[in-house]
């Protein structure tokens, strides 16, 4: 199954989950009725496949269990949902692994500034040793992850008042991140102010002059309407960020076993989907951006790159992951990491 995503059917795609959720409340009373929060838009390509997905599970548990799915942080910022997850007051989660570090720190291993090179290399990872790590890593603190992590794609840095072309163009640049260690150490070794602010309060933070940019996938610049605030964009693709599906543990096992492999099969089917449609739309929001009034720059990532390694950034990390994660990375990105 192949989806074309644009403005048209990122708008088509919020009428779905419209449609879904319609479809669940007439739906005979399910066994189980489980949450499923995250933080993007309904727009966004991930809740699209989600809403298939939990369509297709409720299908194919016959009515058995029904997810609701709660875009835009609707039920908490991130702090506050993963603290829900853990509760059990939701049952299911996606969480960027940077933001996951809060509470499993090597699962950022994956955001490594400057790692992978593209997403050939970015799959090969996650869908393998580099991946299994991570899950790893997750389930030690009692969370069950799915076997496939969702795309958010590469990050790149806006800006609301100058262009970034180069690392000096950092120095002072008030930049909001995401709560999460390699975030802050990153953009300090760069020169810049990081400041964290939940995803809920970033267009305010942006508007107000808070911070004067932030950094994400095209994506969410275009999802989230960055663009009204933020005129320039750099196309550093300093981050690869994806989303763990997460399930509390307790839920998970209390779900039969015919329905958790019906909930595993469909959302590790709908994650390659959901890559394709992340990717090409990361491909043609560029021009989208463009025509709304952004700027594009594209800096040389060395010239990054190389500021981190003179600032110890990378062996700061290599001694915080420890030896065991960061040889997995440099073998899956292929690449010495200093």
Request: charged share 20%.
């Amino acid at each position: 199954m192949t989806m074309t995503i644009n403005r048209r059917t990122m708008l088509i795609g919020t009428g779905a989950i419209a449609l879904g959720a319609a479809f669940h409340t007439k739906a005979r009373a399910a066994e189980y009725t489980y949450k499923f929060a995250n933080n993007l838009q309904a727009s966004h390509p991930l809740n699209i496949r989600l809403n298939e997905a939990t369509a297709k599970i409720l299908e194919e548990t016959s009515g058995r269990l029904q997810i609701n799915v709660f875009p835009s942080s609707q039920l908490g910022n991130d702090t506050e949902t993963l603290s829900q997850l853990r509760s059990g007051a939701v049952e299911f989660f996606s969480l960027s692994p940077l933001i996951l570090s809060t509470l499993v720190p090597n699962a950022a291993i994956s955001g490594v500034g400057f790692a992978f090179p593209d997403y050939k290399s970015v799959w090969a990872a996650m869908d393998g040793e580099l991946g299994a790590y991570a899950r790893k890593q997750i389930e030690d603190k009692g969370l069950v992850p799915m076997d496939k992590i969702w795309d958010n794609g590469f990050r790149q840095i806006t800006s609301g008042s100058k262009p970034i072309n180069t690392p000096d163009d950092l120095k002072g640049f008030k930049i909001r991140t995401p709560p999460g260690q390699l975030w802050t150490t990153m953009f300090q070794t760069l020169g810049s102010a990081p400041a964290t602010i939940n995803f809920a309060e970033v267009y305010t933070a942006l508007s107000t002059g808070q911070v004067d940019g932030q950094e994400n996938p095209l994506a969410i610049a275009s999802t989230a309407k960055l663009y009204e605030v933020q005129k320039h964009c750099a196309i550093t693709n300093h981050m690869w960020d994806g989303f763990w599906f997460l399930a509390n543990k307790r839920a998970w096992e209390n779900l039969p076993e015919d329905i958790r492999e019906v909930v595993a099969k469909n959302l590790n089917a709908y994650a390659d989907l959901q890559r394709a449609d992340t990717e090409e739309l990361n491909k043609t929001v560029r021009t989208e951006l463009e025509g709304l009034g952004m700027t594009f720059t594209d800096p040389d990532p060395q010239a990054f790159r190389q500021v981190l390694i003179d600032g110890g950034f990378y062996a700061q990390w290599k001694e915080k992951f420890g030896e065991e994660a960061w040889t997995a990375l440099e073998k899956a990105a292929n690449a010495d990491l200093g």
